[in-house]
């Protein structure tokens, strides 16, 4: 697909208002702030303080982001803390802005957007550290600025979950929630997450300054991610040793790696608009996600997406097709078309390179890649789709049939037994040489027993509606070490129930 053949055309608008900060009391963390991103200067955001949230509690907190962060575990059971991330003061040496970004949403450009709900406090021990959900900006549109409770509870849970499965992710230090009662499709309550990455730019970013033909200001930002997270491209000699074009390789390459780990994993991302891809190959923005239940490629996680554009077997295609807006934002430094769709090459490559050694691990398949391993993979996910067999619990009895090689309850799952029969046969056939108790091994270190499934994200919410803490807890700690037994919590590795198909999951967080 030519660039020019995208009709990236943009339009121009500008910054609606401008947000003013209003003095609270300072609050010390003990962490020692920096503030690169705002360093860049006034065009790239709006300097703003986070509105307050009346009568902050905690409801959830990950001590292992805190780790991250060097923040002293106590600090996460203090009030200050609390009334600090719920935005009700400032943190000393911090200067929170919220970024301005455009994007393409669902295929068609959208023109300005930017940090709608987000505040960007700075950065502690090298990782940027944002608050979401704390109020207006200049970027909100028609929004409140708010985010709700339900959709910060999943965006806590999925980004450590995300990380305990090995997937590059955003991550997530706490949810902060009020009674303060915010309006969507009912009135809900409103709540703050502490979202923390090494960087939160995204394809957007790029889009924007290109859109507005602002090319020092482009510069600029391309420069300084260079320089921040991709220092090699300034040096390596691909790609005719243009810095520019070796950026979009890379970040073709890490989007690549990223989706065949969501292929693999089966994650529905349900959003993949330009201005929710990471520059960083990071996943993030959890809105409408999902982990599926049934097995079934066609899969539209998001009941906005009317028209499944970001079904779950389309999602590597509609990644491909980002990366071809940031090239086509990348162009005016790139400067040469054919070293940038050169770098977007790279994508398909990388990606099934990617995709089927996670399926070979998924498989326990022995010693190098055999032409019948990408068939074998193949004509399993035919079987599973076919039957809409559950694809977590396939994968975890798979793993232990290999072990005790007893297939019966991995056969139990089809409906069509003799096609699995001879699935099974082949299977059995290329694992002849292997050491079954080692692919065992290996194979319940990548098939994990517990994923965010909807349904217990929701039991999870409702519980926390009642002031009941305790099923975030537990969850968190099951999504952090999803590949352990835990047979205390066997219940949530099980079947959903009859009513878990019936969860929708939008946009309107």
């Known amino acids: ?139 909100s549109r028609m929004g409140d600025g708010r985010a709700v409770l339900r959709s910060s509870i999943r965006e806590f849970l999925c980004s450590e979950a995300m990380h305990g499965l090995g997937i590059a992710t955003t991550r997530a230090l706490c949810v902060v ?86 292929q693999a994993v089966g994650f529905c991302h349900g959003v993949m608009n330009t201005d929710n891809m990471s520059i960083l190959g990071l996943t993030i923005d959890y809105g ?58 790279s994508f398909k490559p990388v990606f099934e390179r990617v995709w089927l050694q996670l399926m070979r691990a998924k498989l326990g398949l022995p010693d190098a890649v055999r032409d019948e391993d990408q068939a074998l993979t193949a004509d399993l996910l035919k079987l599973l789709a076919q039957d809409r067999v559950d694809y977590a619990i396939f994968w975890r009895r798979l793993s232990h049939a290999v072990a005790n090689q007893h297939f019966a309850p991995v056969r139990d799952l089809f409906l069509d037994r003799p096609a699995f029969d001879a699935w099974q046969m082949r299977y059995a056939e290329r694992l002849v040489t292997a050491d079954h108790g080692q692919a065992a091994a290996l194979m319940l270190k990548i098939n994990p027993k517990y994923v965010l499934r909807n349904y217990l994200g929701e039991m999870a919410i409702e519980a926390v509606k009642a002031k009941d803490f305790s099923q975030v807890a537990n969850l968190l700690m099951l999504l952090e070490h999803p590949f352990d037994e835990h047979p205390a919590f066997a219940s949530q590795a099980g079947f959903p129930p009859d009513w878990a198909s019936q969860i929708e999951i939008s946009c309107s967080s």
């Open 1 to 139: 697909m030519p660039l020019q053949t995208l009709g990236l055309n943009a339009r121009r608008h500008n910054s609606p208002m401008n947000a003013v900060s209003e003095p609270f009391q300072i609050h010390h963390t003990g962490l020692a702030w920096h503030n690169q991103f705002h360093r860049l200067g006034s065009d790239f955001y709006t300097a703003l303080a986070p509105q307050a949230l009346p009568a902050p509690y905690w409801v959830g907190r990950s001590l292992a982001v805190a780790d991250l962060l060097g923040l002293p575990h106590e600090q996460l059971q203090s009030d200050a803390l609390l009334q600090a991330l719920a935005g009700n003061q400032p943190i000393s040496g911090t200067q929170p802005l919220a970024s301005v970004y455009s994007g393409h949403q669902f295929g068609q450009w959208a023109g300005q957007l930017g940090d709608g709900r987000a505040c960007l406090l700075g950065e502690a021990n090298g990782l940027e550290v944002q608050l979401k959900g704390s109020g207006l900006t200049p970027y």
């Open 177 to 262: 929630g009020s009674d303060e009662e915010v309006a969507r499709e009912s009135l809900e309550t409103a709540a703050v997450v502490t979202r923390v990455a090494p960087s939160f730019i995204r394809f957007g970013h790029f889009e924007h300054f290109a859109a507005r033909n602002q090319l020092a200001q482009l510069k600029t930002l391309a420069d300084y991610v260079i320089a921040r997270y991709y220092p090699d491209c300034q040096t390596a000699v691909t790609l005719n040793a243009n810095p520019y074009a070796n950026l979009l390789q890379q970040v073709t390459g890490r989007t690549a790696i990223m989706v065949a780990h969501w």
């Open 288 to 345: 409408p996600f999902q982990f599926l239940d049934a097995y079934d490629p066609g899969h539209i996680c998001n009941h906005t997406d009317r028209g499944g554009r970001y079904a779950f077997a389309r999602q590597p295609d509609i990644a491909h097709w980002n990366l071809y807006a940031l090239a086509q934002a990348l162009l005016p430094l790139i400067e040469d078309q054919a070293l940038a769709l050169q770098a977007l090459d």
